[in-house]
């Protein structure tokens, strides 16, 4: 399994922008998917974005779809995630996850960060 922590999180006003940050320690593998999800108080944890690693076939849920931005740096073994435009509901804490293709996110072939903290400002 890959080890993964997140960083990046904060307060910032709506309209604001955050990058979070995803370091892997180890290589994932090529066929590996990296995620980001949220995870609201009293909410259940909401899938946000994703990309292989090898890159190239990005998904994102609508309701971010144009603010949000997955991205990868291999040679950092670092997932992005950037939030621009900010909205009060985007406050939640924010995890990135890994998991061999095929496998679910749920499943004993998945790996967590341990979340970062983003709040918005109205």
């Known amino acids: 399994q890959v080890h993964l922590v997140e960083s990046g999180g904060g307060l910032v006003q709506a309209g604001g922008s955050l990058r979070l940050s995803c370091a892997a320690s180890?290589?994932?593998?090529?066929?590996?998917?990296l995620g980001w999800f949220r995870q609201a108080p009293g909410e259940e944890r909401e899938f946000l974005a994703s990309d292989t690693w090898s890159g190239g076939r990005t998904y994102y849920i609508d309701s971010v779809k144009g603010r949000f931005t997955i991205s990868r740096d291999n040679a950092k073994n670092t997932v992005y995630l950037q939030m621009n435009s900010l909205k009060p509901e985007d406050t939640a804490v924010y995890y990135c996850?890994?998991?061999?293709?095929?496998?679910?996110?749920?499943?004993?072939?998945?790996?967590w960060g341990q979340g970062t903290q983003v709040t918005v400002s109205s």
């Open positions: 996850a890994a998991v061999p293709s095929g496998g679910g996110w749920y499943g004993g072939s998945a790996s």
């Open positions: 180890g290589r994932p593998g090529r066929y590996y998917v």
